[in-house]
């Protein structure tokens, strides 16, 4: 059955780093998504992506954050320079256009971020 | 902003028995609603949903119930079993966000299904 894989499951970093979060969708999906859960709190929506560019972005997904399809495979989430509260699970997800009215989004195991 | 508000955030229930998992919304544009189940160490996974014009839909022993006039639904799981132990988030679709339509999220209920 085809799934969302993500990579590094786990990532530490220091503050002020740069983290590179990695996705790969499932092949036929058009519509592709981040989310983050600071521990203890609710699913939160970061960026959704379509047609190689940013559909809309949340008020988190400030200027240190971008996302990008590089190879048509993989979709990254960029940190430019990590901040304590960044510390989170991040999930990636995806979707078929075919599923529009019903938005079933298919999710990965997502990447534990840690940043000290 | 509790657009959607999961109140109990831990049930207990025998095996065997139903569980009732709650969930009230806000937001009485919101015309989709997914439950998802999340195992630890998991993403969360896709379990069953409801468009805002029905009332019930049912697959397997999952049974969801929408009143949109009290905002509410409920995911039914019967009969009840360990494997079922788990975190169920409710979400909501999002239409004003276009075609993108962005989940909002419950803060989940911690379901242990006791042998």
């Known amino acids: 059955e085809p799934e969302v894989t993500q990579t590094p499951s786990h990532q530490v970093t220091q503050m002020g780093q740069e983290v590179i979060l990695r996705c790969v969708p499932i092949s036929n999906h058009l519509y592709f998504y981040w989310y983050r859960q600071i521990l203890g709190q609710k699913v939160e929506f970061l960026v959704s992506f379509y047609n190689n560019e940013i559909s809309e972005k949340s008020e988190i997904f400030d200027d240190q954050f971008s996302v990008e399809r590089p190879d048509g495979s993989n979709f990254t989430l960029k940190i430019r320079s990590t901040k304590l509260e960044d510390s989170a699970m991040y999930f990636c997800?995806?979707?078929?256009?075919?599923?529009?009215?019903?938005?079933?989004?298919?999710f990965g195991a997502g990447t534990r971020l840690s940043v000290l | 902003d509790q657009q959607v508000k999961q109140n109990s955030p831990s049930l207990s229930v025998q095996e065997g028995r139903i569980s009732i998992l709650n969930c009230d919304y806000t937001n009485s544009m919101f015309d989709y609603f997914l439950w998802y189940k999340k195992y630890p160490a998991e993403g969360p996974t896709f379990l069953i949903s409801i468009s805002s014009i029905k009332d019930k839909n049912e697959d397997g022993r999952f049974t969801v119930f929408l009143n949109k006039s009290a905002k509410h639904l409920s995911l039914h799981i019967v009969p009840s079993q360990p494997g079922d132990s788990a975190v169920y988030f409710c979400?909501?679709?999002?239409?004003?966000?276009?075609?993108?339509?962005?989940?909002?999220w419950g803060l989940g209920t911690s379901l242990a299904v006791n042998p």
């Open positions: 979400a909501a679709s999002d239409p004003n966000a276009g075609n993108n339509r962005k989940l909002i």
């Open positions: 997800a995806s979707r078929t256009q075919g599923a529009l009215a019903k938005n079933i989004q298919y």
